[in-house]
């Protein structure tokens, strides 16, 4: 069983940085496809498809969304992915979730079993 706990979220205005980080617990972290999620406020569990997400080999992808502004990495002997958020937006705004997942990378949210319990970031303008 893997287990994730996000944190770094928080408060900034428009144009400012934030970096998650995303520590995991449980399982070959080395080996897993992480992703980043976000479920943006007033709406639905809609976080249908990755944000982002990192490969065992470094492999990495980015929505067109947040292509350019954000950064995915990884540090295995840390356990831990980051997810460095630059030149954010009010749209920005939403919880943000780290998932885990063994095998190939893919954008579908429901292919991911292991889930943080969120970190909300909060863009004002």
């Known amino acids: 069983q893997v287990q994730l706990v996000e944190s770094g979220g928080g408060l900034v205005q428009a144009g400012g940085s934030l970096r998650l980080s995303c520590a995991a617990s449980?399982?070959?972290?080395?080996?897993?496809?992480l992703g980043w999620f976000r479920q943006a406020p007033g709406k639905e569990r809609e976080f249908v498809e990755a944000?982002?997400?990192?490969?065992?080999?470094?492999?990495?992808y980015y929505a067109d969304s947040v292509k350019g502004r954000f950064t995915i990495s990884r540090d295995n002997a840390k356990n831990t992915v980051y997810l460095q958020m630059n030149s954010l937006k009010p749209e920005d705004t939403a919880v943000y979730y780290c998932?885990?997942?063994?095998?190939?990378?893919?954008?579908?949210?429901?292919?991911?079993?292991?889930w943080g319990q969120g970190t909300q970031v909060t863009v004002s303008s």
């Open positions: 998932a885990a997942k063994t095998g190939t990378p893919t954008v579908v949210a429901g292919s991911y079993p292991y």
């Open positions: 449980g399982g070959t972290f080395s080996t897993y496809v």
């Open positions: 944000l982002s997400w990192i490969w065992s080999g470094g492999r990495t």
